[in-house]
Structures are given as C-alpha cells and as structure tokens.
C-alpha cells in the first residue's frame, strides 16, 4: 500500500486531524541515525544554468539525515524549485480540504465495507488491531470514504505508525530550504489534478487496488523501511522493484494513470526548463524518475544527456 501513496499523502497526513486518534505509536525497525544516506541525484545537460533532477520520498523517519553535499551544491545552485503539485502552502491546504469531501466520499446508501469482499474486511480488521485502533473504529471511518481515498488514509496510518513524520519528507524540507534561500517555486500539476488522479478512477479499479495494497501491507510490513533504504543508499534499480514492478504487472491500467502518463506529460515542460536557460532544481517523486518509462528514461529517449553525478 505504501509504494503506491502519492506526494499527497503528506499534505492528507498532515491535515486531516481525525488520522492521530487512530494511529498507535511505534518506531521503524531499521535504525535511520545510522544509515549514510546518499540519495541519487542527476545532472540533466542544459546550454543555459544547472539542472538537476532529484527523485523524493515525501514521509520519511525524523533520525534519517538525506542531506548531501551533491544535494546541498544543487539546490544552492537554483534560482528555482520546481515540485509536482503545491501541497504545502496554506491555500492548497484549504483547497484540498475542500475537494477531498466533494472528490472522496461515497455515495448516500454506499459504504466501503459493501464494496469489498469479505476477506478484504478481515484484511482491514487486522490492520485495524494492528495499528492499534479500537474495534469498529477505523472501519466505521472508512465507511464513507471511496476506496482510493481509504486506501490512502490506511497508507498513512500505516507509515505515521512506523515512526514515519511528513514534516521529514523530502518536499517539506526542500520547500523549507528553498524559502530561506529565498528561491522561486514552479508545479507541474495542481492539487485537484493529482486527487482526480485517484478519484477519477473505475470504481472497479479503486477496489482492486484497496484490497491488493492492504493485503501486501499485511504480508509485508517491512517494504516500506526497504523502500527508503533503497532510496537513502542511491539503489534505484532496487527503488524501481520495489516501487513499480508490482504496479506494472498487477495494475497495468493504474501505471500507466499515476506513473506513465504524468512521466510523459512532465517532459515537456522540463524541455521548457532546459530551453529557458535558467538554474533549476527539479523534485518528484522517487518512483518517477527510474525505470524503463521514467523521466531519466524519455529524457534520454528525446536526446537529452542525463548524469548522476553520485554514482
């Protein structure tokens, strides 16, 4: 469930109150303090200023240090900072809490438990006491919510749970640096852009998908420290695997949606980026950048030479 959430997911957790009542507190198994992270991080070649490309983590444990030289000599060298969507601003905030009830809730008469089937309820049950809710409790809030919206709510109940904070995600703490650097902000995509591309999907879909995450959550509650180890230590063959490769060969039409398609019409406007001639630092989500339909993938596709320069 974990690897599917999107930069969303930071913004939802930290704005949607009701999710700490139900979170039990816990810590991530791996011990993050320790880990020397150096995350990837890739030069795109430009006639005009630097532009690096930068694949993210949006939740991540508060003990892990990402920070690296290679990181810090980029984004001091951008007069801009370009992320997915902007989440973070006051006003997204309120534009999201908004939309989150007109795009996300059921319809009068319909409840998430009559979608699912019975082994998904069971499924949830055990997520439920897992996380440490109080019986009925979870259920009955995720009674109103469509699938998506409750899959995504369970995504972050499960990470807060691991000692996770979105306040130490990669977006939070550029935006954070970008500020006091007094850097210029672009987006690629709006706030209602990225909830409709949960929203908008079959509801057939959205079912498949909630049942298929939270049982993979239940047999594997420790992807989610592999996934950012593999992130922290630069492995992106590792990320890719760990990231996509069950989306593409379980949900091939849910891929294309959140990972192909937006890959594909991002690479424009980073052609617009490199042609303006000005320094840029580009940010998205880490299970963008890699594998064969990544962004690093149609860059080089179009004739663009991409280096990581931490190899």
């Given at each position: 469930?974990?690897?599917?959430?999107s930069?969303?997911a930071?913004?939802?957790?930290?704005?949607?109150?009701?999710?700490?009542?139900?979170t039990?507190?816990?810590?991530?198994?791996?011990?993050?303090?320790?880990l020397?992270?150096?995350?990837?991080?890739?030069?795109?070649?430009?006639?005009?200023?630097?532009?690096?490309?930068?694949?993210?983590?949006?939740?991540?444990?508060?003990?892990?240090?990402?920070r690296?030289?290679?990181i810090?000599?980029?984004?001091?060298?951008?007069?801009r900072?370009y992320f997915?969507?902007?989440?973070?601003?006051?006003?997204?905030?309120?534009?999201m809490t908004?939309?989150?009830?007109?795009?996300?809730?059921?319809?009068?008469?319909?409840t998430?438990?009559?979608?699912?089937?019975?082994?998904?309820q069971?499924?949830?049950?055990r997520?439920?006491?897992?996380?440490?809710?109080p019986?009925?409790?979870?259920?009955?809030?995720l009674d109103?919510?469509?699938?998506?919206?409750?899959g995504?709510?369970?995504?972050?109940l499960?990470?807060?749970?691991?000692?996770?904070?979105?306040?130490?995600?990669?977006?939070?703490?550029l935006?954070?640096?970008?500020?006091e650097?007094?850097a210029?902000y672009?987006?690629?995509?709006?706030v209602?852009q990225?909830?409709?591309?949960?929203a908008?999907?079959?509801?057939?879909?959205?079912?498949?998908?909630?049942?298929?995450?939270?049982?993979?959550?239940?047999?594997?509650?420790?992807?989610?420290?592999?996934?950012?180890?593999?992130?922290?230590?630069?492995?992106?063959?590792?990320l890719d695997?760990?990231?996509?490769?069950?989306m593409r060969?379980?949900?091939?039409?849910?891929?294309?949606?959140?990972?192909?398609?937006?890959?594909?019409?991002?690479i424009?406007?980073?052609?617009?980026?490199?042609?303006?001639?000005?320094?840029?630092f580009i940010a998205?989500?880490?299970?963008h950048?890699?594998?064969?339909?990544?962004?690093?993938?149609?860059?080089?596709?179009?004739?663009?030479?991409?280096?990581?320069?931490?190899p």
């Amino acid at each position: 469930m974990t690897r599917r959430i999107s930069r969303l997911a930071g913004a939802l957790a930290a704005g949607l109150a009701w999710l700490g009542a139900l979170t039990a507190p816990a810590l991530a198994e791996t011990d993050f303090a320790a880990l020397e992270a150096d995350p990837a991080i890739w030069r795109i070649a430009s006639d005009g200023g630097d532009v690096y490309l930068f694949g993210t983590v949006h939740i991540l444990p508060p003990q892990l240090d990402w920070r690296t030289d290679a990181i810090d000599t980029a984004l001091a060298s951008a007069d801009r900072i370009y992320f997915e969507a902007d989440v973070l601003s006051p006003e997204s905030q309120a534009e999201m809490t908004a939309l989150v009830p007109q795009l996300g809730m059921n319809a009068a008469g319909v409840t998430l438990s009559s979608l699912i089937s019975e082994q998904a309820q069971a499924n949830l049950a055990r997520m439920a006491a897992q996380l440490g809710a109080p019986a009925g409790a979870l259920e009955s809030s995720l009674d109103p919510l469509q699938p998506w919206l409750a899959g995504l709510t369970v995504a972050i109940l499960q990470i807060q749970a691991a000692g996770y904070d979105p306040t130490s995600g990669v977006e939070y703490r550029l935006k954070a640096a970008g500020d006091e650097a007094g850097a210029s902000y672009g987006y690629f995509e709006t706030v209602e852009q990225q909830l409709r591309f949960f929203a908008d999907m079959p509801i057939e879909t959205q079912i498949a998908d909630f049942e298929i995450n939270l049982a993979q959550a239940l047999e594997d509650p420790g992807m989610l420290d592999r996934m950012v180890q593999a992130w922290a230590v630069g492995d992106t063959d590792g990320l890719d695997t760990i990231m996509n490769e069950g989306m593409r060969d379980t949900s091939a039409d849910l891929y294309d949606v959140l990972i192909v398609q937006r890959n594909q019409n991002w690479i424009p406007l980073i052609e617009d980026i490199l042609d303006s001639g000005e320094s840029a630092f580009i940010a998205v989500g880490a299970g963008h950048v890699t594998g064969p339909q990544g962004v690093i993938s149609l860059l080089e596709a179009r004739g663009h030479t991409v280096e990581r320069i931490n190899p």
